[in-house]
C-alpha cells in the first residue's frame, strides 16, 4: 500500500541555523508513528513543516501527501491540503483557539473555506463533529467561546475541527502537554478510537515518551534535528539501538523503577493542623469564598521527604506556599519546630524564614533578568548579613554545578536546568532546614529532569535538608519521596508511605490518577482500564 | 452589564463631582479677587461691587460651592437688588464680561469644535490603522520603514507647524482653498467641509500617527499569536485569516487608546482652532483665558473633564462588547 505521506531527506534551515536534517519516513493509512525528542530536537519544526508553516524557513527534500508534492504546491492546492487533507493539533489548546469567536462558529468556518457549505450546514456539522469528540450537550456548548471550555475541552474542539474535514493525516504536536494526567489518557483514548472509526494517519510529536509509546506503531527519535533512530515502537523502546535513546529511556521517570528504602523517620519538623487557605471571588454581592486549600493536617518529619502530588487546581501550589508562609492562611496551624507560622508577625517571622526555602517551578521567571545570577544567588546572605556573600554565592554554584566563573553572567544565558540549578542554589544560600520544591523539574527535559532530581538527592543528604516536593507527575514524586500526598480539590484524599500508596493505593482517586500514567510499555495503550467514565 | 453600568455611572458622577470641586477651589479660592478677576479689566469699583454681590462671594466658601452645584442642577440667578442675570441649568456660571451664560457660549461654539473632531476623527482612524496594519504585514519591507518614518513625524510635529505648512501650501501659494472661516453645516455642507478640510487634515494626520504606531503594535503581536497560525494551518485565505482572526485583537486595544486621546485631541484642538481662526469652544478657551474671564474658563474645565470621564466609560462598555472574556462586573 502506498503511503499516506512520504518524507525524504527533509531538511529545514532558518538562516545559518538547520533545525531538521534530512529526516525521511513514510506514514501509512490507518498507522500512527511518534516523533520524540527533546526541547530544541527539531520535532515542533518537523510538524510544521509538512504544512509549510514555518515561516522564514528555507526547506528542502521532498514531502508528498498523495499525489500532491506538497514543497512545490501552489497556493490554492496548499490551502485544500491544509485542513483537507493533513490537519493539525496544537500543544497549547487555551491559545489555539480565537478567543472572541464562538467554538462552533470557528469550526464552521474552517468547514465552509473547505466545502464551500451553506452557513446552516456548516453550523450543523460543527455541533456533529463536538459531538462526535464527546463535548456534551454540543448544540448548546457550540455557542460558548474558548475560554468557557476546560483545557481538556479545547483540546477536543480543535480535534473536531481537525475531524469535520476528514483528513488523511492528523499532526498532533504535544497535544497532552498542557493538560492533567487524567484529561491526557482521555484524548488519547480519543485519538486512536478516531483513527480506528476513520482510517487517518497520525503523526504524534511529544517530549513524552510514555505518551508516545501507547499510541503509536513506529517511532521515530530526534536530537539536535536528525532521526537519531526510527523503528518499530516495540523494538525501539524495549532494544534501542541509538546510545541517545537509551540514555532518553534510562532518564525518564518510571513508575517501576527500583526505589531506595525510606531511612527511619524522625520526629516531625512541621505539623499542619487543619490548614485553611480562601480566595474570594466573583463580582459585588456575589462574593464567594473559593477554598484552595481546604483544612488539611499531616506532619513533615525531620530529614524525608514528603511528596505532594495532585491535578491542576487541586490546591498544592497554594498549599506549597502556605508551608513557607509566602500565603497567609485563612486558618489553621503550621508549627515548625514548635513555633506557630500562621499569624505570626512578620518581623517576627523574619529570623525564622532563612531555614524555609522555596524552589519556583519556572526558574526563568522567578530570577531577576536584570541582576547577575551571583547576585541573585547572594542576595539572601546579603540580606541576613551574612560576610562574604560574593565568595558564599561561587562556591554554591560550584555546589550545584555550576562554573563559579559565570556568577557575573544573566539569567538568560543559562540553560533552563542550569537555571533551577541556580534556584536551588539560591534557596541553599542560607542553609535553610524545610526545602519546599513547587514543581522544581516540569519545565525541564527528561534528561535534564534526572540530573536536577539527583542533585536535590544529594544536596538533601549533605545539607540535612526536610522536602516537601509538590508535583503534577507521579512518576517523579514517587522516584523523590519518602511519603506522598495525593490532593483533590484542597483536601488531601490520601497520605501513605511511597511504595504502599504506588502499590496499593486505597483512594479511588489515587487508583484513577495511577491508571493514566503512561507506561513505557507500548502493549498498556493507556487509560483504558482505568475508572475514567467522568467526561473532561 | 446592567450592575456595571450603574456602578460605572456612579463612579463618573464621583470623578466629575471632585472635578469640580477641585477646579472651584483652583479658579475661586486662588489668590487674588474672584470679582475683580471675574468681572475682567476695566471694571470700575460700582461694577465690582454688584458682580461681588451677584457671585454671592460674601457668602461662606462651602456655600459658594452648593451654589454652584445647584446651578448645574437647577439653574440660578445672579442678583443684586433688581438686576438679575438668569443663567438656566444647566449652569456652568455666567460672564459678566459678555454679559452671557457660560452654558450658552459653550452651545453656540460646541458645533464648531464637533465638527473639527467628529471629522479629524472619521480621518484619523482609517488612516491611521491601515498606515499600521500595512506596516506590520509588510514587515521588514520598505513600506514599513517609510511608513514608520512618516508616523514618527507625524508623532514629532507640532500642529500649529504642520498647520502653517498646510495653510501656506494650499491657501498662499496654491490658491486651491479659501483661507478658512467657518460655515455651519445647515447653511452650506459643501462650503462647510470646504474651510475645515485643512483643519481636520491638520489634526488628523496628528492623530492617524499615534494610532499607526497602536494598530501596528497590536497587528504584529496578533499575527504571531497561536490562533492565527491554527486557521493558517486549515487552509484559511491569507486575507481572511488577518480579517477575521487577527484584526480583533490589534484593534481592541485602539477603543481603550481613542478614550485616553480625548483629552489629547481637546488640547490639539485648541491650537488647531487659534490656528485656523475657527469659533469653537478651543479658541473661545484661549480668548477667555486673555481676557481673564474667569467663569468662562471653569465651565470650560468642567465640560473637557466630563468628556473624557464620558469617553472613558464608552470606551470600557464596548471593550467589553468587543472581547467576550471580559466579565462586566
Request: charged residues 20%.
Amino acid at each position: 500500500m502506498s503511503p499516506v505521506l512520504r518524507v525524504r531527506d527533509l531538511r529545514v534551515r532558518f538562516g545559518g541555523f538547520e533545525a531538521v536534517k534530512g529526516v525521511s519516513f513514510d506514514l501509512a493509512a490507518g498507522r500512527a508513528l511518534g516523533v520524540v525528542g527533546e526541547s530544541g530536537s527539531g520535532k515542533s519544526t518537523l510538524a510544521m513543516s509538512l504544512l509549510r508553516l514555518t515561516e522564514g524557513a528555507e526547506t528542502t527534500g521532498e514531502i508528498r501527501a498523495g499525489e500532491t508534492d506538497v514543497l512545490a504546491a501552489p497556493k490554492a492546492e496548499l490551502r485544500r491540503l491544509r485542513g483537507g487533507r493533513i490537519a493539525m493539533v496544537f500543544q497549547d489548546p487555551l491559545s489555539s483557539l480565537d478567543p472572541y469567536l464562538r467554538v462552533g462558529d470557528q469550526i464552521a468556518e474552517v468547514y465552509r473555506a473547505h466545502t464551500g457549505a451553506t452557513r446552516r450546514a456548516a453550523r450543523a456539522k460543527a455541533v456533529e463533529v463536538l459531538d462526535r469528540v464527546g463535548i456534551p450537550d454540543a448544540a448548546r456548548r457550540a455557542r460558548a467561546y474558548p475560554h468557557e471550555f476546560s483545557g481538556g475541552m479545547r483540546q477536543r474542539a480543535l480535534i473536531a475541527m481537525a475531524l469535520a474535514l476528514r483528513p488523511r493525516i492528523l499532526i498532533a504536536d504535544e497535544p497532552t502537554t498542557a493538560l492533567d494526567v487524567t484529561v491526557q489518557a482521555q484524548l488519547l483514548d480519543l485519538l486512536g478510537d478516531l483513527r480506528a472509526a476513520t482510517g487517518m494517519a497520525l503523526l504524534l510529536v511529544s517530549h513524552d515518551v510514555g505518551v508516545v509509546a501507547g499510541n503509536v506503531d513506529e517511532v521515530l527519535v530526534m536530537r539536535d534535528g536528525e532521526a537519531v533512530e526510527h523503528g518499530p515502537v516495540g523494538t525501539v523502546l524495549r532494544a534501542p539501538r541509538a546510545g541517545y535513546t537509551r540514555e532518553l529511556l534510562a532518564a525518564v521517570p518510571r513508575m517501576d523503577a527500583p526505589r531506595t528504602a525510606a531511612p527511619t523517620p524522625g520526629e516531625p519538623l512541621l505539623r499542619v493542623t487543619d490548614l485553611r487557605r480562601e480566595f474570594v471571588l466573583g463580582p459585588p454581592l456575589r462574593r464567594r469564598a473559593v477554598p484552595a486549600v481546604d483544612g488539611v493536617t499531616f506532619d513533615v518529619r525531620r530529614g524525608e521527604t514528603l511528596g505532594i502530588v495532585g491535578e491542576s487546581g487541586s490546591g498544592k501550589s497554594t498549599l506549597a506556599r502556605l508551608l513557607v508562609r509566602l500565603l497567609e492562611p485563612t486558618s489553621g496551624r503550621v508549627v515548625f519546630d514548635g513555633r506557630d507560622l500562621a499569624g505570626l508577625p512578620e518581623r517576627r517571622l523574619r529570623p525564622l524564614r532563612r531555614d524555609l526555602q522555596l524552589v519556583f517551578q519556572d526558574p526563568g521567571a522567578s530570577l531577576n533578568p536584570r541582576r547577575t545570577v551571583g547576585d541573585s544567588i547572594a542576595e539572601p546572605l546579603r540580606v541576613h548579613g551574612e560576610p562574604d556573600p560574593g565568595g558564599a554565592a561561587r562556591a554554591l554554584m560550584e555546589r550545584v554545578g555550576l562554573d563559579p566563573r559565570r556568577a557575573r553572567d544573566y539569567p538568560h544565558e543559562f540553560s533552563g536546568g542550569q537555571r533551577q540549578r541556580i534556584g536551588i542554589a539560591r534557596a541553599l544560600a542560607l542553609r535553610p532546614r524545610l526545602l519546599v520544591c513547587d514543581e522544581p523539574v516540569t519545565s525541564l527535559d527528561v534528561s535534564t529532569q534526572a540530573q536536577v532530581l539527583e542533585l536535590l538527592t544529594d544536596l538533601r543528604h549533605e545539607f540535612d535538608l526536610t522536602l516537601v516536593f509538590v508535583s503534577h507527575d507521579l512518576a517523579v514524586v514517587r522516584q523523590v519521596s519518602d511519603r506522598v500526598a495525593v490532593m483533590r480539590h484542597g483536601k488531601i484524599v490520601e497520605l501513605a508511605g511511597t511504595d504502599a500508596l504506588f502499590e496499593s493505593p486505597e483512594h479511588p482517586y489515587t487508583r484513577e490518577l495511577l491508571a493514566a500514567v503512561p507506561t513505557l510499555d507500548p502493549r498498556i495503550p493507556h487509560g483504558r482500564g482505568g475508572a475514567l467514565e467522568a467526561p473532561i | 452589564m446592567i450592575w456595571y453600568l450603574l456602578r460605572r455611572l456612579a463612579a463618573a458622577a464621583v470623578v466629575l463631582l471632585a472635578l469640580s470641586a477641585i477646579v472651584y477651589a483652583l479658579f475661586y479660592l486662588s489668590p487674588g479677587d474672584p470679582a475683580v478677576l471675574a468681572c475682567g479689566r476695566g471694571c470700575d469699583g460700582e461694577r465690582l461691587a454688584l458682580t461681588r454681590e451677584k457671585l454671592g462671594l460674601d457668602d461662606p466658601v462651602h456655600l459658594q460651592y452648593w451654589h454652584f452645584l445647584e446651578g448645574l442642577v437647577a439653574g440660578r440667578d445672579y442678583s443684586a437688588g433688581p438686576d438679575v442675570d438668569h443663567c438656566a441649568a444647566p449652569c456652568l456660571g455666567y460672564s459678566f464680561q459678555t454679559d452671557q451664560p457660560v452654558t450658552t457660549m459653550l452651545l453656540d461654539r460646541l458645533p464648531v469644535s464637533a465638527s473639527l473632531a467628529a471629522g479629524a476623527a472619521a480621518l484619523a482612524l482609517p488612516l491611521g490603522v491601515s498606515a499600521g496594519l500595512l506596516s506590520a504585514l509588510r514587515r521588514g519591507r520598505l513600506t514599513e520603514r517609510v511608513m514608520t518614518g512618516v508616523t514618527l513625524l507625524g508623532f514629532a510635529t507640532p500642529v500649529f507647524l504642520i498647520g502653517l505648512v498646510l495653510l501656506m501650501v494650499f491657501c498662499a501659494y496654491l490658491q486651491w482653498l479659501p483661507f478658512p472661516a467657518y460655515v455651519p453645516l445647515t447653511e452650506s455642507p459643501a462650503r462647510w467641509a470646504q474651510n475645515l478640510v485643512l483643519p481636520w487634515v491638520a489634526l488628523a494626520l496628528i492623530q492617524a500617527a499615534v494610532y499607526a504606531r497602536i494598530t501596528r503594535a497590536g497587528a504584529l503581536e496578533t499575527l504571531v499569536e497561536d490562533h492565527v497560525r491554527t486557521f493558517r494551518a486549515y487552509g484559511l485565505r491569507e486575507r481572511q485569516v488577518i480579517r477575521r482572526h487577527a484584526l480583533r485583537g490589534a484593534l481592541i486595544p485602539l477603543i481603550t487608546l481613542t478614550a485616553l486621546e480625548v483629552a489629547q485631541v481637546m488640547t490639539a484642538a485648541v491650537l488647531t482652532e487659534t490656528m485656523f481662526g475657527l469659533p469653537g469652544i478651543g479658541k473661545l478657551t484661549v480668548e477667555s483665558v486673555n481676557s481673564v474671564d474667569l467663569p468662562v474658563v471653569v465651565g470650560v474645565t468642567v465640560l473637557a473633564g466630563t468628556v473624557v470621564v464620558v469617553a472613558n466609560t464608552v470606551a470600557d462598555l464596548l471593550h467589553a462588547a468587543a472581547d467576550p472574556r471580559v466579565k462586566l462586573a
